[in-house]
């Protein structure tokens, strides 16, 4: 059901145009939710409507503290050792959001290379650092490029550029998104007498709102990933039963493998295991739509002023990846991760202090920092870590952020 009080009317007037532009009055729900969230005028990324962070309708690990964006760049670090010192290491951020993880990951490198109790390899490091930033939402590049301000004074050191811009081929580095594949547009599926059908949005002129139609589905490609996925929903899935297949994220991962010549694919995001994604218990799927910190499941209200989301399926994306060269070198959880790149110590940091106002301060970032690796929350998310071109050596080598605390 549409909330016209609550709604972008100038968005839902160009949805419904693009469904009255189609044969059958209808578009996929893929589709819909690419209008809605990336539409370039009026879409919920591409408008200043997007509100992340504590007071927004959302926030992710960044938001919390700049410790999740340097011990990102430890990694970053530890990946141009593992590589033999490459130059130039360029590091590609998908879906940068507000910018912070970029803020927080050169103002640390750019620290640490003046620190005299650190390497010089944190000096080389950041003479051999590119920064390309991958994102679409005019709205998100504005307030990336008023944050990072500050780097742009350093030729070529961070700049902005759309996949297409990107060289076709030959990049050395890594390509790392936070939170970027559960917002790339689904389909969306439901079993009807044992079948497998699609859902389409259609719309309603006279109440101006969005209504659901269920038909077959609109390419086989949906079949055929759920055969790959090894779900057969003919086998103990009820009628109604409801999910999402990402077939944005196999073309999204396509991309990026050829246009990666050597190095890494570092992914974190909330999801699952396909067996545990496609579970015939999860009866209504893993859509979630997110407005002022309220999480629901209504993608068709406040349209324009709300994030949508589906959990990400990884066994998908480790399969897509092996399909295309790139060979999975981990996967785990991110409070595993951080803690194996030392937020352990910065846990324990300080806490000898007996001055109370010290204490205090100790204690609240504690707290903040238990956060990230609380495996109920942020800390449960996941972590996939995928590599190209690398020789056997650098195979072998386990990374910092795989290794066991």
Sequence with gaps: MTHPDSFNPILFQRIANRIHETPHQRITFAEFMELALYDPEQGYYATNQVQIGVAGDFFTSPHLCPDFGELLAEQFLDMWRVMGQPEPFTLVEMGAGQGLVAADVLKYLATRKQSAEASDDYAAFWTALRYLIVEKAEGLIAAQQRLLQPFQFSPDKVQWMGFEQLPKTGIVGCFFSNELVDALPVHQFVVQDGALQEVFVTVDAESR????????????????????????????????????????ALDWLETVSQKLDRGYV???????????????????????????????????????????????????????????????????????????????????????????????????????????????GLGGFQVLIQG??????????????????
């Design 209 to 248: 709102s969005f209504t659901e139609v269920i038909s077959n589905p609109s390419t086989g490609r949906l079949a055929e990933y759920l055969v790959e996925q090894g779900i057969d929903i003919g086998a103990g899935y009820e009628d109604g039963y409801r999910s999402e297949i990402n077939l944005a």
């Design 266 to 376: 570092l992914t974190i995001d909330y999801g699952y295991l396909a067996p545990q994604y496609y579970s015939p218990q999860r009866l209504q799927g893993t859509l979630q739509c997110f407005r002022r910190h309220g999480a629901h499941q209504d993608p068709y209200a406040y349209l324009g002023h709300q994030d949508i989301t589906a959990h990400v399926n990884f066994t998908t994306l480790k399969k897509q990846g092996l399909a295309l060269g790139l060979t999975s070198m981990g996967y785990t959880q991110q409070g595993l991760f951080l803690m194996a790149l030392g937020l352990g110590d910065r846990l324990v940091a300080n806490n000898n202090t007996s001055d109370i106002s010290q204490l205090n301060e100790v204690i609240r970032r504690r707290e903040t920092l238990q956060s990230l690796i609380n495996p109920l």
């Design 388 to 405: 190209k071109g690398l020789n056997e050596k650098e195979q072998s080598q386990v990374l910092k952020g795989l290794q066991m605390p």
